[in-house]
């Protein structure tokens, strides 16, 4: 492995990757725009509806959603999830969080600036 494949790895370890799921395209596409406008994610994903089963308050559930992939930093994640729960419609909106491990460095490079004010 390169000293640059060693830098990239350790800027990699900064990229994080958002899911939530929203009820609706309209209120996807609301969310999504301003999470880019404020800086908040360089890029998020509004995905085709899919169905999901859950157990909500001891029944069992079924939603049709739309769920959004957000590309974002660790810097951002505290703001990230603060707007998210601002803005979303459910009483408890899933909101995970997962560790990019390595990616594109110019990629990773393009998400960084983009979620720097």
């Known amino acids: 492995m390169s000293h ?10 900064e990229a994080i990757l958002v899911l939530t799921n929203l009820p609706d395209q309209m209120a ?11 800086r908040l994610a360089a890029c998020v994903n509004i995905m085709a509806p899919c169905t999901s089963v859950y157990r909500w ?8 959603e739309i769920p959004l992939l ?7 994640y ?4 603060q707007a998210i729960v601002q803005q979303h419609p459910y009483e408890l909106p899933e909101i995970l969080c997962v560790p990019i491990s390595t990616g594109l460095p ?4 393009w998400l960084n ?5």
């Not at 996807?28 to 404020?38: D, G, I, K, W, Y």
């Not at 957000?70 to 951002?76: F, P």
């Not at 110019?106 to 490079?109: C, I, M, N, Q, R």
């Open 4 to 13: 640059d494949t060693l830098s990239n790895a350790v800027d990699a370890s």
């Open 113 to 117: 600036e983009e979620t720097t004010a």
């Open 28 to 38: 996807a596409t609301r969310l999504a725009e301003s999470l880019v406008n404020a």
């Open 106 to 109: 110019a990629y990773l490079a």
């Open 78 to 81: 505290s703001a990230l999830q």
């Open 57 to 64: 308050q001891g029944n069992i559930e079924t939603a049709s």
């Open 70 to 76: 957000i590309k974002t930093n660790r810097a951002q």
